[in-house]
């Protein structure tokens, strides 16, 4: 069984550019957290997902930022206009289904985006 | 709100030293605590977990007890490898929202 699978790994754009983040949940999981980690600092929490619904997006900033979770294939966290201080590692997470299950996260291996 | 404190690092110690990082956080409600490690340049894998006061989470010789007393989840090994250098994250699952909240992260350095 696959972990969760984020791609690219590394993503370089130049100010004013777009950044597409992908995240395959491991199989079976419904539920996809994306998270923040700044230099040095913590992992902050953007949004939660379920297929094709946004639960909970108090983490996002309010402009630039978007996330979907289609009914099929990867979710996607786009960032619009990147300016150097997006420039952090990006990971996603899954959980599944069941209430129980659900409390455990699993990580992705992240995206590191680098704005120049 | 709630929130997660972790002692600041980093840690250094020799192999085979006894290893303590203080964890405490803030809550309402009663929170899963986790512990997770970031090996250099990799995401982040769950070390241990515990869903309720007095449960004891336990994985690869490290061990964590959930104290609701003192609101505390310290990580604790008895005899460090080198291998085990990375960054330790304490963390707790928000009871209304599922979302995780982390602490800062607390850098062990293990020497030979």
């Known amino acids: 069984n696959a972990g969760v699978m984020q791609n690219p790994r590394h993503l370089v754009r130049r100010r004013g550019q777009e950044a597409r983040l992908r995240c395959s949940p491991m199989?079976?999981?419904?539920?996809v957290y994306w998270y923040r980690q700044l230099p040095e600092e913590g992992l902050k929490f953007m949004v939660y997902l379920q297929k094709e619904n946004i639960i909970d997006e108090s983490g996002m900033p309010k402009e630039r930022f978007s996330a979907e979770f289609p009914k099929e294939g990867p979710s996607i966290l786009r960032i619009q206009q990147v300016v150097r201080g997006d420039s952090a590692a990006y990971f996603c997470?899954?959980?599944?289904?069941?209430?129980?299950?659900?409390?455990?996260?699993?990580f992705g291996p992240g995206t590191r985006l680098l704005v120049l | 709100g709630n929130s997660v404190t972790q002692m600041e690092g980093p840690v250094t110690l020799s192999e085979e030293a006894f290893l303590t990082i203080n964890c405490t956080y803030t809550a309402t409600g009663y929170p899963s605590l986790f512990w997770y490690v970031q090996y250099p340049g990799e995401g982040l894998q769950l070390l241990l977990k515990a869903t309720k006061a007095d449960d004891k989470g336990s994985n690869k010789g490290f061990e964590a007890t959930y104290r609701k007393e003192t609101t505390s989840f310290h990580l604790e090994k008895g005899s460090v490898q080198v291998s085990d250098s990375a960054v330790y994250f304490c963390?707790?699952?928000?009871?209304?929202?599922?979302?995780?909240?982390f602490g800062t992260g607390t850098r062990l350095q293990v020497f030979p």
């Open positions: 963390a707790l699952r928000d009871y209304n929202t599922d979302k995780l909240i």
């Open positions: 997470a899954s959980s599944p289904p069941s209430t129980v299950a659900q409390e455990t996260q699993y």
């Open positions: 199989k079976g999981h419904s539920h």
